[in-house]
């Protein structure tokens, strides 16, 4: 792995030392919608995290439950960790930014020898497990095999054994004629990345969605066609709790697109599919929840009906509120945000991209009809966040009814300098500072984002960057 940093290759071993000499762009973000959480000068304030080459395609990024670590992964395999800085003693009121924490390579290629088929290395989904001891764990996944990775510190060392040098080697045990008191000594902070846990040969189709259950004990996977339930601490075997499959594959009208648990109902889950349609199901109902308790679904507008209706229809994303109220949805053109005590219709809805609603036959012969952009709520449900083309990403003000829309790009962020919303023109004159509909640039888009649990700290990632934008007072 190399990464560019200002145009200069630092190999991956030169990378730990390097972490502190990694340049950082800073600018500001205006201080539209975020009025519940901070005071009218409030600003967010960008900060180019991470630079990496064209082969390193970001494809999954995730805050921990803290948001003290960010970890993103990437169309090689490789699992990259943040960690953020503590607070300045100069400026408290400004948070850190965040540094490389650890770097590992959490898949590599395989190859199916029955079906002769490749497994890709890329990383789908990455998922926090809630923090109970001084080690950080994680689930991380590629199309077929799930693992469960261990971070840990390591800043001491032991040293006088008895039976072994200090450089390894095994002592002569006649050449013993006092015993040591093995003691630890300080060492150079080292963080480790260890496999615990592979859970594989489950899934026939490539696995879209992970998700930790509140129970801490149990998580879901899901494919095209099938969601399994899992034990953490069991490798061998998993139970089938959803499964589509028809008996005949030409009946096949819908696949399963995400799936996720309620975050504080450890026997109830979601899953959404390329119909449009939501399920809710509980587990308490029956081992197999073919049957669902809920369906979500909002009646098609006759006047919209085109021959992209059902592809625009399909679900990329569902997450639910932290509060359990709510949940979230995205479709291409849309964020629809559903209460789950009403199945007939969303509560809100935002448009995205509406003005790409005459381009669909052109995003359909270059296949940009079919990308999955994912959305995330902000810390307290207030504001969600996706993104679109030309590296825009959208914020809305659920309560204020106020949205915006803000461009990633290194282009566009100098030092201290303010990123001003961008508009898009849809048709006649088109102001200074507006971008017409037919300039965008359909190969620069923005599908993963996430938002800091607690702050107004949100990392987004475009094709082979990372941005991190923050609010400071």
Not at 102 to 107: G, K, L, M, Y
Request: hydrophobic share 35%; with cysteine.
């Amino acid at each position: 792995m190399v990464v560019l940093l200002e145009g200069s290759p630092i190999s991956t071993e030169e990378l730990g030392s390097s972490v502190s000499d990694i340049g950082f762009l800073v600018s500001s973000l205006t201080k539209v919608l975020l009025p519940r959480l901070a005071v009218h000068n409030t600003q967010l304030n960008l900060i180019i995290a991470m630079l990496f080459v064209t082969a390193d395609i970001i494809s999954t990024v995730e805050f921990n439950h803290s948001g003290e670590l960010l970890a993103t992964g990437d169309k090689g395999g490789r699992v990259v960790i943040f960690q953020q800085e503590l607070e300045s003693k100069n400026q408290p009121l400004c948070r850190g930014e965040y540094n490389v924490y650890s770097t590992f390579q959490s898949h590599e290629p395989e190859f199916d020898y029955l079906k002769s088929l490749e497994i890709e290395e890329k990383i789908n989904k990455i998922r926090w497990l809630p923090q109970k001891n001084a080690a950080q764990f994680l689930l991380s996944t590629n199309d077929k095999t799930i693992k469960l990775w261990k971070i840990s510190e390591r800043d001491k060392r032991p040293e006088g054994y008895n039976l072994k040098e200090e450089d390894g080697r095994y002592r002569d045990p006649t050449t013993v004629t006092t015993l040591r008191v093995p003691v630890f000594h300080p060492m150079d902070l080292m963080v480790e990345a260890s496999p615990r846990r592979v859970f594989a040969n489950a899934h026939t189709y490539h696995i879209n969605s992970i998700s930790v259950n509140s129970d801490c004990e149990t998580y879901l996977s899901a494919d095209d066609l099938r969601i399994n339930l899992w034990n953490l601490e069991i490798t061998d075997r998993s139970f089938n709790i959803v499964d589509i499959k028809p008996a005949n594959m030409e009946e096949l009208t819908e696949v399963i697109t995400a799936a996720e648990f309620h975050p504080n109902q450890c026997n109830t889950f979601v899953y959404s599919s390329s119909k449009g349609t939501i399920r809710l199901c509980d587990m308490r109902a029956s081992a197999l929840c073919d049957q669902h308790s809920k369906l979500f679904e909002e009646p098609e507008d006759p006047s919209n009906r085109s021959f992209f209706s059902e592809i625009i229809s399909s679900i990329s994303d569902v997450k639910f509120s932290h509060s359990g109220r709510y949940m979230m949805t995205r479709d291409y053109l849309t964020v629809k945000i559903w209460d789950l005590n009403m199945e007939s219709r969303p509560v809100e809805t935002y448009q995205v991209h509406e003005y790409l609603r005459s381009k669909l036959c052109s995003l359909y012969e270059n296949d940009c009809i079919f990308d999955k952009f994912e959305c995330c709520w902000n810390g307290n449900d207030s504001v969600v966040m996706t993104g679109s083309y030309n590296n825009f990403f959208r914020m809305f003000d659920r309560g204020y009814r106020q949205d915006v829309t803000l461009e990633a790009s290194r282009e566009s962020s100098k030092p201290r300098s303010v990123l001003k919303p961008r508009k898009v023109c849809t048709g006649g004159k088109r102001k200074k500072d507006e971008i017409s509909v037919d300039s965008l640039d359909f190969n620069k888009k923005i599908l993963h984002t996430a938002w800091h649990p607690q702050d107004n700290i949100i990392a987004v990632a475009t094709t082979n960057n990372l941005y991190i934008f923050q609010d400071r007072l």
